[in-house]
């Protein structure tokens, strides 16, 4: 069985930072991509940032260009997202997902959630 655990959520003002973990179990990792996607309440899921499973691709949303940066270390199972100069925007419940195909930005391509992570930045 797979599973897909987030941490690292938390209050933080803005311009600060904070950094995500998202570890899986119950599947082969190196052959998932990785993707973080959030969702502030009335708003639709919006994907964040993506890596491939050797790390060697990346995706970033505009919104977090220049700001945000994914990585990955395949021996812990674990994706990293670092999350600089925060903004009160970049305050939803952030999700990290695993999936088989490079499809960053959409949603329905990936396979297995997390349950998701709070990060609220105060102004």
């Known amino acids: 069985q797979v599973h897909v655990v987030e941490s690292g959520g938390g209050l933080v003002q803005a311009g600060g930072s904070l950094t995500l973990s998202c570890t899986a179990s119950?599947?082969?990792?190196?052959?998932?991509?990785v993707g973080w996607f959030r969702q502030a309440p009335g708003k639709e899921r919006e994907g964040v940032s993506c890596?491939?499973?050797?790390?060697?691709?990346?995706y970033y949303a505009d919104s977090v260009m220049g700001r945000f940066t994914i990585s990955r270390d395949n021996a812990k199972n674990t994706v990293y997202l670092q999350m600089n100069s925060l903004k009160p925007e970049d305050t939803a419940m952030y999700y990290c997902?695993?999936?088989?195909?490079?499809?960053?930005?959409?949603?329905?391509?990936?396979?297995?959630w997390g349950q998701g992570t709070q990060v609220t930045v105060s102004s």
């Open positions: 997902a695993a999936a088989s195909w490079w499809r960053p930005y959409d949603p329905s391509v990936y396979n297995y």
């Open positions: 890596i491939s499973g050797t790390g060697g691709r990346t």
């Open positions: 119950g599947l082969t990792f190196v052959d998932y991509d």
